[in-house]
């Protein structure tokens, strides 16, 4: 077990880093789609894909408009979405923070537990965000892309493998 976790950790990591680069949300538009359908046949018009790296460049840049009004969809509530938009890159070093950790303290039964946990969070709070937002809005549709589903699956498995461990400590005798 501890070699398949010593090498699934990193891998893991490593699948964070490159699906934060991915595609996260492909934006369609109905509206350009009606005409487009009559031109070419097609029935929407993807306006833009988006990664999470290039979330705060849409944001903060010449086109924030529409990355603001993205946002919103997901959260109606935020405030300062432009500058909170350069909290996305921090995805990445928390996948490297766990895998740092696990390699580290892995050894420690508690560890695990915290990184079972922390894993299993982000993902069930994160596609509990997804399916009970509606993404079909008037003027934009949002569908997920690969690399978001990429993202929550690793950190699961992160957790998943975090919890394994936790068990497999033996217990002790009293």
Do not use: C
């Not at 949300?25 to 031109?39: D, N, P, R």
């Not at 993202?151 to 498995?157: D, E, K, M």
């Amino acid at each position: 077990m501890s070699k398949l976790y010593n090498m699934a950790m990193p891998a893991l990591a490593a699948l964070v880093i490159i699906a934060f680069f991915l595609p996260w949300i492909s934006v369609k538009s109905e509206q350009v789609g009606m005409v487009s359908k009559v031109l070419t046949g097609k029935k929407q018009a993807v306006i833009d894909t988006i990664s999470a790296f290039r979330v705060p460049i849409l944001a903060n840049g010449p086109d924030a408009r529409f990355m603001l009004s993205v946002i919103k969809i997901f959260n109606p509530d935020v405030k300062d979405a432009d500058k909170k938009s350069f909290l996305i890159w921090g995805i990445p070093f928390l996948a490297i923070v766990i895998f740092a950790v696990s390699h580290f303290f892995g050894n420690n039964k508690w560890v695990n537990l915290i990184i079972g946990v922390l894993g299993a969070v982000i993902f069930i709070v994160a596609a509990y965000k997804i399916k009970t937002t509606n993404l079909n809005k008037l003027v934009l549709n949002i569908e997920m892309g690969l690399g978001l589903w990429l993202t929550l699956w690793a950190f699961l498995l992160m957790g998943v493998l975090g919890f394994i461990r936790f068990a497999s400590f033996p217990r002790k005798a009293e």
